[in-house]
Protein backbone atom coordinates (compact mmCIF):
# COMPACT_ATOMS: atom_id res chain seq x y z
CA UNK A 1 0.00 0.00 0.00
CA UNK A 2 1.19 3.23 -1.16
CA UNK A 3 1.64 6.08 1.71
CA UNK A 4 0.91 9.98 1.48
CA UNK A 5 0.74 13.28 3.33
CA UNK A 6 -2.28 14.64 0.74
CA UNK A 7 -4.54 12.44 -1.42
CA UNK A 8 -6.91 14.42 -2.78
CA UNK A 9 -9.82 12.80 -5.02
CA UNK A 10 -10.82 14.97 -7.86
CA UNK A 11 -8.40 16.53 -10.24
CA UNK A 12 -10.58 19.46 -11.89
CA UNK A 13 -9.94 23.19 -11.22
CA UNK A 14 -9.89 23.37 -7.60
CA UNK A 15 -7.97 19.57 -6.82
CA UNK A 16 -5.63 20.45 -9.42
CA UNK A 17 -5.03 23.61 -8.26
CA UNK A 18 -3.99 22.35 -4.64
CA UNK A 19 -1.81 19.64 -6.11
CA UNK A 20 0.53 22.09 -7.72
CA UNK A 21 0.29 24.36 -5.27
CA UNK A 22 1.39 21.70 -2.48
CA UNK A 23 3.95 20.11 -4.25
CA UNK A 24 6.09 22.87 -3.91
CA UNK A 25 5.91 22.84 0.40
CA UNK A 26 8.66 20.48 2.11
CA UNK A 27 8.90 18.81 5.27
CA UNK A 28 11.30 20.08 7.84
CA UNK A 29 13.99 17.37 7.09
CA UNK A 30 13.71 18.64 3.80
CA UNK A 31 11.57 15.64 1.57
CA UNK A 32 9.14 17.28 -0.15
CA UNK A 33 5.44 16.51 0.49
CA UNK A 34 4.07 13.38 -0.89
CA UNK A 35 0.99 13.80 -2.80
CA UNK A 36 -1.92 11.93 -5.13
CA UNK A 37 -4.47 13.08 -7.30
CA UNK A 38 -7.27 9.97 -8.19
CA UNK A 39 -9.27 11.46 -11.02
CA UNK A 40 -11.67 9.12 -12.65
CA UNK A 41 -11.75 11.32 -16.12
CA UNK A 42 -9.44 11.47 -18.67
CA UNK A 43 -8.41 15.13 -19.16
CA UNK A 44 -8.63 14.81 -23.20
CA UNK A 45 -12.22 13.70 -22.98
CA UNK A 46 -14.63 16.70 -24.16
CA UNK A 47 -17.44 15.91 -21.88
CA UNK A 48 -14.43 16.18 -18.94
CA UNK A 49 -17.29 17.07 -15.92
CA UNK A 50 -14.12 19.65 -14.94
CA UNK A 51 -12.82 20.70 -17.20
CA UNK A 52 -15.77 20.89 -20.39
CA UNK A 53 -16.51 23.37 -23.16
CA UNK A 54 -17.20 25.68 -19.94
CA UNK A 55 -15.13 29.34 -19.93
CA UNK A 56 -14.99 31.30 -16.52
CA UNK A 57 -14.24 34.52 -15.28
CA UNK A 58 -11.36 34.90 -13.05
CA UNK A 59 -11.14 37.66 -10.45
CA UNK A 60 -8.18 40.16 -9.80
CA UNK A 61 -7.68 38.46 -6.50
CA UNK A 62 -7.63 34.42 -8.15
CA UNK A 63 -5.07 35.92 -10.59
CA UNK A 64 -2.94 37.21 -8.05
CA UNK A 65 -3.23 33.95 -6.15
CA UNK A 66 -2.65 31.74 -8.64
CA UNK A 67 0.74 34.57 -9.33
CA UNK A 68 2.01 33.37 -6.02
CA UNK A 69 1.20 29.70 -6.92
CA UNK A 70 3.61 30.20 -9.99
CA UNK A 71 0.90 28.88 -12.19
CA UNK A 72 -0.12 32.10 -13.56
CA UNK A 73 2.39 31.45 -16.57
CA UNK A 74 1.34 27.95 -17.25
CA UNK A 75 -2.14 29.43 -18.12
CA UNK A 76 -1.07 33.36 -19.24
CA UNK A 77 -1.76 32.69 -22.83
CA UNK A 78 -4.97 31.21 -22.71
CA UNK A 79 -6.68 34.12 -20.50
CA UNK A 80 -8.57 36.81 -22.10
CA UNK A 81 -8.95 40.13 -19.81
CA UNK A 82 -11.93 42.00 -18.49
CA UNK A 83 -10.92 45.82 -18.87
CA UNK A 84 -14.59 46.96 -18.67
CA UNK A 85 -18.10 45.39 -16.81
CA UNK A 86 -21.68 46.69 -17.39
CA UNK A 87 -24.23 45.93 -15.94
CA UNK A 88 -27.88 46.08 -16.92
CA UNK A 89 -31.52 45.67 -16.59
CA UNK A 90 -33.53 44.90 -20.13
CA UNK A 91 -36.44 47.68 -20.28
CA UNK A 92 -34.83 49.78 -17.63
CA UNK A 93 -32.56 52.97 -17.50
CA UNK A 94 -30.26 51.75 -14.73
CA UNK A 95 -26.73 50.57 -16.05
CA UNK A 96 -23.63 49.98 -14.27
CA UNK A 97 -20.20 50.16 -16.16
CA UNK A 98 -17.07 49.55 -14.03
CA UNK A 99 -13.93 50.10 -15.73
CA UNK A 100 -10.45 48.48 -14.64
CA UNK A 101 -8.30 51.73 -14.69
CA UNK A 102 -10.93 53.53 -12.39
CA UNK A 103 -9.52 51.15 -10.10
CA UNK A 104 -5.53 51.07 -11.37
CA UNK A 105 -5.64 47.32 -12.62
CA UNK A 106 -4.77 46.40 -15.87
CA UNK A 107 -7.93 43.94 -15.81
CA UNK A 108 -11.02 43.28 -13.46
CA UNK A 109 -10.84 40.07 -13.86
CA UNK A 110 -9.90 37.32 -16.83
CA UNK A 111 -12.09 34.71 -18.88
CA UNK A 112 -10.36 30.98 -19.01
CA UNK A 113 -11.56 27.97 -20.79
CA UNK A 114 -11.34 25.17 -18.90
CA UNK A 115 -10.98 22.79 -21.69
CA UNK A 116 -7.54 23.76 -22.74
CA UNK A 117 -6.66 24.98 -19.05
CA UNK A 118 -7.35 21.57 -17.71
CA UNK A 119 -4.85 20.24 -20.33
CA UNK A 120 -2.27 22.56 -19.14
CA UNK A 121 -2.66 21.34 -15.62
CA UNK A 122 -2.73 17.32 -16.46
CA UNK A 123 0.76 17.50 -18.17
CA UNK A 124 1.92 19.61 -15.10
CA UNK A 125 0.69 17.06 -12.69
CA UNK A 126 2.34 14.41 -15.15
CA UNK A 127 5.57 16.18 -14.75
CA UNK A 128 6.23 16.76 -10.69
CA UNK A 129 7.92 14.04 -9.29
CA UNK A 130 6.42 14.05 -5.57
CA UNK A 131 2.85 14.41 -7.77
CA UNK A 132 1.35 10.80 -8.16
CA UNK A 133 -1.35 11.55 -10.46
CA UNK A 134 -4.01 8.26 -11.15
CA UNK A 135 -5.90 9.12 -13.98
CA UNK A 136 -8.56 7.66 -14.81
CA UNK A 137 -9.28 5.98 -11.81
CA UNK A 138 -12.09 5.74 -9.09
CA UNK A 139 -12.12 6.08 -5.47
CA UNK A 140 -14.47 3.51 -4.77
CA UNK A 141 -14.05 3.02 -0.61
CA UNK A 142 -12.27 4.75 1.71
CA UNK A 143 -12.21 4.72 5.84
CA UNK A 144 -10.70 6.93 8.50
CA UNK A 145 -8.49 5.95 11.24
CA UNK A 146 -6.72 7.70 14.22
CA UNK A 147 -3.48 7.98 12.58
CA UNK A 148 -4.64 7.84 8.65
CA UNK A 149 -7.18 6.73 6.21
CA UNK A 150 -7.17 4.25 4.05
CA UNK A 151 -8.52 4.50 0.45
CA UNK A 152 -9.23 1.47 -2.10
CA UNK A 153 -9.84 2.68 -5.58
CA UNK A 154 -12.00 0.44 -7.84
CA UNK A 155 -8.92 -1.46 -9.94
CA UNK A 156 -8.41 -2.31 -6.81
CA UNK A 157 -5.05 -0.47 -5.94
CA UNK A 158 -4.92 0.57 -1.93
CA UNK A 159 -3.10 3.60 -0.43
CA UNK A 160 -3.11 5.64 2.72
CA UNK A 161 -2.99 8.77 3.66
CA UNK A 162 -2.64 11.48 6.79
CA UNK A 163 -5.16 13.85 5.15
CA UNK A 164 -7.76 13.18 2.35
CA UNK A 165 -9.15 15.94 0.46
CA UNK A 166 -12.55 15.85 -1.13
CA UNK A 167 -12.26 18.52 -4.28
CA UNK A 168 -14.72 15.64 -5.94
CA UNK A 169 -17.73 18.24 -7.15
CA UNK A 170 -20.73 19.07 -6.44
CA UNK A 171 -21.33 14.71 -5.91
CA UNK A 172 -18.76 14.33 -3.82
CA UNK A 173 -18.54 10.42 -2.45
CA UNK A 174 -16.30 12.18 0.29
CA UNK A 175 -19.47 14.41 1.73
CA UNK A 176 -21.80 12.09 0.89
CA UNK A 177 -20.01 9.47 3.28
CA UNK A 178 -19.16 11.70 5.50
CA UNK A 179 -22.99 12.90 6.29
CA UNK A 180 -22.36 16.33 6.93
CA UNK A 181 -24.99 19.29 7.23
CA UNK A 182 -25.64 20.86 4.40
CA UNK A 183 -28.21 23.44 2.87
CA UNK A 184 -29.58 22.75 -0.57
CA UNK A 185 -31.78 24.56 -2.89
CA UNK A 186 -32.79 23.97 -6.19
CA UNK A 187 -33.28 27.66 -8.21
CA UNK A 188 -35.78 26.04 -10.75
CA UNK A 189 -32.95 27.38 -13.52
CA UNK A 190 -30.84 26.29 -15.94
CA UNK A 191 -27.80 27.68 -17.62
CA UNK A 192 -27.12 27.42 -21.12
CA UNK A 193 -23.66 28.11 -21.79
CA UNK A 194 -22.21 28.70 -25.49
CA UNK A 195 -19.17 30.69 -27.37
CA UNK A 196 -21.08 33.31 -29.30
CA UNK A 197 -19.12 35.56 -32.36
CA UNK A 198 -20.39 38.74 -32.85
CA UNK A 199 -20.32 41.55 -35.49
CA UNK A 200 -18.61 44.09 -33.13
CA UNK A 201 -15.38 43.73 -31.12
CA UNK A 202 -15.92 43.29 -27.65
CA UNK A 203 -12.95 45.15 -26.54
CA UNK A 204 -12.58 43.36 -23.47
CA UNK A 205 -16.02 44.06 -21.76
CA UNK A 206 -18.16 41.78 -19.72
CA UNK A 207 -21.76 42.43 -19.85
CA UNK A 208 -24.34 41.06 -17.16
CA UNK A 209 -27.87 41.57 -18.54
CA UNK A 210 -30.95 40.92 -16.64
CA UNK A 211 -33.59 39.74 -18.47
CA UNK A 212 -36.85 38.99 -18.59
CA UNK A 213 -35.96 35.35 -18.92
CA UNK A 214 -33.34 35.48 -16.11
CA UNK A 215 -29.93 37.16 -15.68
CA UNK A 216 -27.31 37.11 -18.89
CA UNK A 217 -23.98 37.25 -19.12
CA UNK A 218 -21.35 37.06 -22.17
CA UNK A 219 -17.96 37.36 -21.25
CA UNK A 220 -14.88 38.58 -23.37
CA UNK A 221 -12.47 35.96 -25.24
CA UNK A 222 -10.06 34.92 -27.64
CA UNK A 223 -11.01 35.76 -31.35
CA UNK A 224 -13.31 38.04 -30.93
CA UNK A 225 -15.41 35.56 -29.48
CA UNK A 226 -17.36 35.86 -26.67
CA UNK A 227 -18.37 33.48 -23.52
CA UNK A 228 -22.12 33.24 -22.94
CA UNK A 229 -23.97 32.29 -19.80
CA UNK A 230 -27.67 32.27 -19.96
CA UNK A 231 -30.11 31.34 -16.77
CA UNK A 232 -33.32 30.39 -17.81
CA UNK A 233 -36.34 28.05 -16.26
CA UNK A 234 -36.09 24.34 -17.31
CA UNK A 235 -39.06 25.26 -19.53
CA UNK A 236 -37.75 27.66 -21.45
CA UNK A 237 -34.20 26.34 -21.40
CA UNK A 238 -35.70 22.74 -23.35
CA UNK A 239 -36.75 25.30 -25.78
CA UNK A 240 -34.21 27.25 -26.30
CA UNK A 241 -31.79 24.12 -26.49
CA UNK A 242 -34.04 22.50 -28.71
CA UNK A 243 -33.86 25.41 -31.55
CA UNK A 244 -32.00 25.45 -34.94
CA UNK A 245 -29.07 28.01 -34.74
CA UNK A 246 -30.71 30.88 -36.30
CA UNK A 247 -33.53 30.87 -33.82
CA UNK A 248 -31.29 30.76 -31.23
CA UNK A 249 -29.23 33.61 -31.94
CA UNK A 250 -32.68 35.62 -33.10
CA UNK A 251 -33.77 34.36 -29.16
CA UNK A 252 -30.57 35.85 -28.02
CA UNK A 253 -30.06 39.24 -29.76
CA UNK A 254 -34.09 39.86 -28.85
CA UNK A 255 -33.00 39.56 -24.44
CA UNK A 256 -29.31 41.23 -25.28
CA UNK A 257 -30.03 43.44 -27.72
CA UNK A 258 -27.27 45.45 -30.54
CA UNK A 259 -24.24 46.42 -27.95
CA UNK A 260 -21.86 44.17 -29.73
CA UNK A 261 -24.47 44.81 -33.03
CA UNK A 262 -24.63 41.23 -34.60
CA UNK A 263 -24.59 37.71 -33.06
CA UNK A 264 -23.68 36.13 -35.90
CA UNK A 265 -22.96 32.54 -34.58
CA UNK A 266 -23.10 29.86 -31.95
CA UNK A 267 -20.75 27.23 -31.11
CA UNK A 268 -22.36 24.11 -29.21
CA UNK A 269 -24.54 24.83 -26.71
CA UNK A 270 -24.74 23.02 -23.43
CA UNK A 271 -26.98 22.72 -20.27
CA UNK A 272 -26.37 23.03 -16.47
CA UNK A 273 -29.16 22.76 -13.83
CA UNK A 274 -28.48 25.07 -11.37
CA UNK A 275 -28.47 24.40 -7.47
CA UNK A 276 -27.03 25.63 -4.11
CA UNK A 277 -25.44 22.57 -2.52
CA UNK A 278 -23.29 23.89 1.04
CA UNK A 279 -21.41 22.30 3.34
CA UNK A 280 -22.28 23.75 6.88
CA UNK A 281 -18.66 22.96 8.24
CA UNK A 282 -16.90 21.22 5.43
CA UNK A 283 -13.73 18.89 7.53
CA UNK A 284 -13.93 16.20 10.01
CA UNK A 285 -11.28 14.05 11.39
CA UNK A 286 -8.41 13.69 8.79
CA UNK A 287 -10.52 15.17 5.87
CA UNK A 288 -11.08 18.15 4.18
CA UNK A 289 -13.75 19.49 1.78
CA UNK A 290 -13.06 22.17 -0.64
CA UNK A 291 -14.36 23.52 -3.81
CA UNK A 292 -17.48 22.45 -5.44
CA UNK A 293 -17.18 19.47 -2.98
CA UNK A 294 -18.46 22.03 -0.29
CA UNK A 295 -20.10 24.49 -1.70
CA UNK A 296 -22.61 24.86 -5.23
CA UNK A 297 -23.24 27.96 -6.08
CA UNK A 298 -25.49 30.07 -8.79
CA UNK A 299 -23.24 30.99 -11.45
CA UNK A 300 -24.64 34.68 -11.34
CA UNK A 301 -21.54 36.45 -10.07
CA UNK A 302 -19.20 34.11 -11.61
CA UNK A 303 -17.57 33.19 -8.04
CA UNK A 304 -17.68 29.50 -7.74
CA UNK A 305 -13.95 28.80 -8.85
CA UNK A 306 -13.06 32.36 -7.28
CA UNK A 307 -14.29 30.82 -4.09
CA UNK A 308 -12.55 27.56 -4.81
CA UNK A 309 -9.18 29.41 -5.39
CA UNK A 310 -9.69 30.85 -1.80
CA UNK A 311 -10.17 27.50 -0.26
CA UNK A 312 -7.26 25.89 -1.81
CA UNK A 313 -5.23 29.31 -0.94
CA UNK A 314 -6.28 28.84 2.38
CA UNK A 315 -5.49 25.00 3.11
CA UNK A 316 -2.02 25.84 1.55
CA UNK A 317 -0.83 28.48 3.80
CA UNK A 318 -2.53 26.25 6.94
CA UNK A 319 -0.27 23.30 5.89
CA UNK A 320 2.58 25.31 5.21
CA UNK A 321 2.43 26.94 8.97
CA UNK A 322 2.30 23.60 10.50
CA UNK A 323 5.38 22.48 8.51
CA UNK A 324 7.16 25.18 9.93
CA UNK A 325 5.91 24.69 13.30
CA UNK A 326 8.33 22.29 15.14
CA UNK A 327 6.94 19.18 16.82
CA UNK A 328 7.56 17.53 20.01
CA UNK A 329 6.84 13.64 20.94
CA UNK A 330 8.24 12.78 23.86
CA UNK A 331 10.51 15.41 24.73
CA UNK A 332 12.10 14.56 21.04
CA UNK A 333 11.79 17.25 18.23
CA UNK A 334 9.65 15.32 15.18
CA UNK A 335 10.99 15.59 11.59
CA UNK A 336 7.33 15.79 10.05
CA UNK A 337 4.51 16.75 10.91
CA UNK A 338 1.08 15.46 10.79
CA UNK A 339 -0.83 17.31 8.13
CA UNK A 340 -4.02 15.89 9.02
CA UNK A 341 -4.38 17.04 12.84
CA UNK A 342 -7.93 18.15 13.85
CA UNK A 343 -7.00 20.93 15.44
CA UNK A 344 -5.03 21.83 12.17
CA UNK A 345 -8.13 21.26 9.78
CA UNK A 346 -10.39 22.56 12.29
CA UNK A 347 -8.45 26.08 12.21
CA UNK A 348 -8.56 25.69 8.05
CA UNK A 349 -12.29 25.38 8.00
CA UNK A 350 -12.93 28.07 10.56
CA UNK A 351 -11.33 30.65 8.49
CA UNK A 352 -13.24 29.65 5.56
CA UNK A 353 -16.52 29.21 6.78
CA UNK A 354 -17.45 33.29 6.75
CA UNK A 355 -16.16 33.86 3.41
CA UNK A 356 -18.76 30.25 1.96
CA UNK A 357 -21.45 31.83 3.95
CA UNK A 358 -21.40 35.53 2.79
CA UNK A 359 -21.19 34.60 -0.81
CA UNK A 360 -24.09 31.53 -0.54
CA UNK A 361 -25.91 34.60 0.64
CA UNK A 362 -24.97 36.93 -2.19
CA UNK A 363 -25.35 34.72 -4.82
CA UNK A 364 -28.78 32.87 -3.91
CA UNK A 365 -30.09 36.52 -2.85
CA UNK A 366 -28.93 38.10 -6.37
CA UNK A 367 -30.51 34.66 -8.37
CA UNK A 368 -33.95 35.35 -6.29
CA UNK A 369 -33.77 39.37 -6.93
CA UNK A 370 -32.26 39.03 -11.13
CA UNK A 371 -34.73 36.31 -11.72
CA UNK A 372 -38.11 37.76 -10.66
CA UNK A 373 -40.37 39.41 -12.88
CA UNK A 374 -42.81 40.75 -10.53
CA UNK A 375 -42.74 44.58 -11.08
CA UNK A 376 -41.98 46.14 -7.44
CA UNK A 377 -38.73 43.75 -8.03
CA UNK A 378 -37.96 44.98 -11.05
CA UNK A 379 -38.54 48.57 -10.28
CA UNK A 380 -36.32 48.30 -6.68
CA UNK A 381 -33.69 46.46 -8.89
CA UNK A 382 -33.31 48.91 -11.44
CA UNK A 383 -33.53 52.23 -8.81
CA UNK A 384 -30.98 50.01 -7.19
CA UNK A 385 -28.90 49.98 -10.63
CA UNK A 386 -29.27 53.74 -10.44
CA UNK A 387 -27.81 54.21 -7.09
CA UNK A 388 -24.79 52.48 -7.70
CA UNK A 389 -24.25 54.03 -11.04
CA UNK A 390 -24.34 57.71 -9.11
CA UNK A 391 -22.96 56.29 -6.24
CA UNK A 392 -18.95 56.04 -6.20
CA UNK A 393 -18.66 54.28 -2.73
CA UNK A 394 -21.36 51.55 -3.94
CA UNK A 395 -20.15 51.11 -7.13
CA UNK A 396 -16.35 50.53 -5.63
CA UNK A 397 -18.33 47.92 -3.19
CA UNK A 398 -19.20 45.93 -6.42
CA UNK A 399 -16.23 46.20 -8.54
CA UNK A 400 -14.57 45.10 -5.42
CA UNK A 401 -16.10 42.17 -5.06
CA UNK A 402 -15.75 40.95 -8.57
CA UNK A 403 -12.47 41.43 -8.10
CA UNK A 404 -12.67 38.77 -5.40
CA UNK A 405 -12.06 41.08 -2.39
CA UNK A 406 -14.44 40.93 0.49
C1 LIG B 1 -22.40 27.82 -16.24
C2 LIG B 1 -21.33 28.02 -15.21
C3 LIG B 1 -20.58 29.19 -15.21
C4 LIG B 1 -19.60 29.41 -14.23
N1 LIG B 1 -18.89 30.57 -14.24
C5 LIG B 1 -17.95 30.79 -13.29
C6 LIG B 1 -17.18 32.00 -13.27
O1 LIG B 1 -17.36 32.89 -14.12
N2 LIG B 1 -16.24 32.16 -12.30
C7 LIG B 1 -16.01 31.20 -11.36
O2 LIG B 1 -15.15 31.41 -10.48
N3 LIG B 1 -16.71 30.04 -11.35
C8 LIG B 1 -17.66 29.81 -12.29
N4 LIG B 1 -18.36 28.63 -12.30
C9 LIG B 1 -18.05 27.62 -11.27
C10 LIG B 1 -16.81 26.81 -11.62
O3 LIG B 1 -16.90 26.28 -12.91
C11 LIG B 1 -16.68 25.69 -10.58
O4 LIG B 1 -16.76 26.25 -9.29
C12 LIG B 1 -15.35 24.94 -10.69
O5 LIG B 1 -15.08 24.56 -12.02
C13 LIG B 1 -15.43 23.71 -9.77
O6 LIG B 1 -14.20 23.05 -9.72
P1 LIG B 1 -13.97 21.84 -8.70
O7 LIG B 1 -12.61 21.34 -8.99
O8 LIG B 1 -14.31 22.27 -7.32
O9 LIG B 1 -15.08 20.74 -9.07
P2 LIG B 1 -15.29 19.92 -10.42
O10 LIG B 1 -14.98 20.73 -11.60
O11 LIG B 1 -16.65 19.31 -10.34
O12 LIG B 1 -14.20 18.75 -10.35
C14 LIG B 1 -14.38 17.57 -9.61
C15 LIG B 1 -13.50 16.49 -10.19
O13 LIG B 1 -13.59 15.30 -9.37
C16 LIG B 1 -13.65 14.15 -10.19
N5 LIG B 1 -14.30 13.08 -9.40
C17 LIG B 1 -15.55 13.10 -8.89
N6 LIG B 1 -15.79 11.95 -8.20
C18 LIG B 1 -14.66 11.19 -8.27
C19 LIG B 1 -14.28 9.90 -7.76
N7 LIG B 1 -15.10 9.16 -6.99
N8 LIG B 1 -13.04 9.42 -8.04
C20 LIG B 1 -12.19 10.17 -8.80
N9 LIG B 1 -12.50 11.41 -9.32
C21 LIG B 1 -13.70 11.91 -9.04
C22 LIG B 1 -14.42 14.62 -11.43
O14 LIG B 1 -14.12 13.83 -12.55
C23 LIG B 1 -13.94 16.07 -11.60
O15 LIG B 1 -12.82 16.17 -12.46
C24 LIG B 1 -19.36 28.40 -13.25
C25 LIG B 1 -20.10 27.22 -13.27
C26 LIG B 1 -21.08 27.03 -14.23
C27 LIG B 1 -21.87 25.74 -14.22
Known amino acids: MSHYDVVINGGGMAGAVLALGLSQLKHKNGQPLRICVIEHASPNLSDHPGFDARSI ?3 ADSHQALVKLDLWELIADLVSPIHAIQVTDQGHLGQVNMYAHDYALAALGYVVELHPVGLRFYQQLQQIPNIDLLCPATLSSWQQYPDKVELQCANGQRLSCQLLVGADGSHSMIAQQLNLERRALDYQQNAIIANVQTQLAHQGRAYERFTSQGPLALLPMSQQRSALVWCVSPKQSKVLMDMN ?19 TRTGLRTCYPLHLNEVVRPWHHRVVLIGNAAHLLHPIAGQGFNLGLRDVVALIETLKEALMTPQVNDGQRENTSDLGAYSLLSRYGQSRVDDQRELVAITSGLALLFSNSDPLLSMSRNAGLMTVAACRSLKSKLAWRAMGKR
Open 57 to 59: ALS
Open 245 to 263: ERDFLDALQREFGYRLGKI
